[in-house]
């Protein structure tokens, strides 16, 4: 189980990559999408089966498949694809490069003095097949503890909701006089 | 762990039945198309015409395997893989009979779920890589209409999983050994029918694929097994989905005096039988009729469901 852990993660570190490099729009999104089942395979590994299912199905499956929609929608051509290799150029890597590794460095710094409680605490038991964390636990805890971190959420997804609803809306069809609002729905 | 000793048997075997019953889906489907059409349909090869697949299968593979030199090479042969790969995937989950079946998943129903979202990607990529104007509409089409039709496909189940109290299929299978769930989920069932239809592209909903508008939409441009691919991956779809409503409204292998595995072949079959049927009764929507039946019919119904059964099930307990 030990292996798979790490190399699932070695392949969403590869994959992540891809996606930054890749001139290609689409390209890129696939290689995200490969980074999401990567890491949905490495909460199925670390005991949480429930986490790497939604990670599937509502990242990979649902908000990806909604990038790629608008990437297609865009229609970009070879155009693009040499205009993102010239912003690719060996200098635009300097910043980005230095402030990532400083993040690297903090992550290394907390996570090494810990690295052998988490070892003992969850890894160990949760890697040689032990303990898992089943939906119904997953369940009681967003209800339990976290019910006010559920709440919060709903309410920022139903002010997207609200948004949505109000950009989608057509005040010509209140009036009457849109074509979609004619039954028999010919466009004039 | 002596359960593990068959699963190579229990897998290929099953691998090899689902391919077989979904080749031979496009024969029984032309035939019984035929039968409610007052003709023949196809009877010449073999008897009964039963090897008509046969003679398909090689007239595809004879063919020649063309990529459009404008498609994008990678994504174009990728795409056929991922629908196949994604359905085949899903059927290791489901429960065939005691001691038949794959893998016995805790999370069955949510890797169902994950497998048939990703196998959007194969239709979406597919038209997108073939780089023509009728592909990407079919494409565009496909992600709007799965995406839309996905929404309420996991939630028509969650009514299946507050009964059972388990998205093991196996456990939910066993909950329904007094009542099956289409007696009390029947909001659930057609619901979870619609969805299914949706995402297996089956006329009614085979608007990506619409041949009188888009010569044949995302796969206008492939040819012989690619095109073959894509084609048996709509019939493996067609057995899943079947497989899957038998499993979770209608007892899946529970039946008197038949064996299990007999139950539960019989039980898909006449639900395939009514999707082929479908076919033969109903006209293709437009697609605006198709999203705003998606989002403003089947998602209403599917959440007044869900009220329903939690609130019973709360009394109940």
């Not at chain 2, 489901?94 to 497998?115: C, E, K, Q, R, T």
Request: net charge neutral.
């Amino acid at each position: 189980m030990e292996a798979t852990f790490y190399l699932s993660g070695a392949v969403a570190v590869a994959a992540t990559l891809m996606v930054v490099t890749r001139a290609s729009a689409v390209h890129a999104l696939l290689y995200l999408i490969v980074s999401l089942l990567a890491v949905a395979i490495i909460f199925f590994v670390l005991g949480a089966p429930f986490v790497a299912a939604l990670e599937v199905i509502i990242y990979a499956g649902a908000v990806m498949v909604l990038f790629v929609f608008v990437i297609m929608m865009l229609n970009l051509g070879k155009a693009a694809a040499v205009k993102e290799r010239e912003w690719l150029s060996p200098g635009m890597w300097v910043g980005p490069s230095i402030l990532s590794a400083l993040l690297l460095a903090e992550l290394i710094y907390i996570l090494v003095p810990n690295v052998q409680d988490v070892q003992g605490a969850y890894g160990g038991a949760a890697l040689s097949g032990g303990v898992g964390v089943d939906s119904k636990e997953v369940g009681i805890a967003l209800f339990g503890p976290y019910l006010l971190g559920v709440e919060l959420a709903s309410l920022l997804l139903l002010a997207g909701l609200v948004g949505a609803c109000h950009l989608g809306w057509h005040t010509e069809l209140r009036s009457g006089s849109h074509p979609a609002s004619r039954p028999d729905g010919v466009r004039s | 762990m002596n359960e593990w000793t068959p699963i190579w048997a229990n897998l290929i075997l099953i691998l090899a039945v689902v391919f077989a019953f979904s080749a031979m889906l496009s024969w029984i489907e032309r035939r019984l198309l035929g039968l409610w059409q007052d003709r023949y349909g196809p009877n010449r090869v073999g008897p009964f015409g039963v090897l008509q697949i046969v003679a398909d299968s090689i007239k595809l593979l004879a063919k020649e395997d063309w990529i459009p030199p404008f498609a994008d090479r990678a994504v174009f042969v990728l795409a056929p893989a991922i629908v196949a790969v994604t359905t085949l995937l899903a059927f290791s989950v489901v429960p065939i009979a005691p001691g038949i079946g794959v893998v016995d998943l805790n999370i069955g129903l949510l890797f169902f779920l994950a497998m048939s979202s990703l196998g959007v990607y194969s239709i979406v990529l597919g038209g997108w890589a073939s780089n023509s104007k009728y592909s990407l509409l079919g494409g565009l089409r496909a992600a709007a209409q799965m995406l839309s039709y996905e929404v309420f496909m996991g939630l028509a189940l969650m009514g299946v999983v507050m009964l059972a109290g388990s998205f093991n299929l196996r456990d939910i299978v066993a909950a329904q050994e007094n009542l099956w769930f289409c007696v009390p989920q029947i909001l659930g069932l057609a619901t979870f029918a619609v969805a299914g239809i949706a995402e297996a592209r089956r006329l009614p909903f085979d608007l990506p694929e619409s041949e009188n508008e888009l010569v044949a939409g995302f796969h206008t441009e492939y040819s012989s097994m690619k095109f073959g691919l894509f084609f048996i991956g709509e019939y493996v779809g067609i057995t899943l989905i079947s497989a899957m409503i038998v499993t979770l409204f209608f007892g899946g292998w529970l039946g008197p005096l038949l064996p299990p595995l007999v139950w539960f072949l019989l039980k898909t079959f006449i639900v395939v039988a009514c999707f082929v049927l479908l076919r033969a009764a109903l006209p293709r929507p437009r697609y605006d009729q198709l999203m705003a039946y998606g989002w403003k019919v089947m998602l209403p119904v599917t959440l007044v469901n869900l009220l329903i059964t939690g609130a019973v099930v709360l009394s109940m307990a």
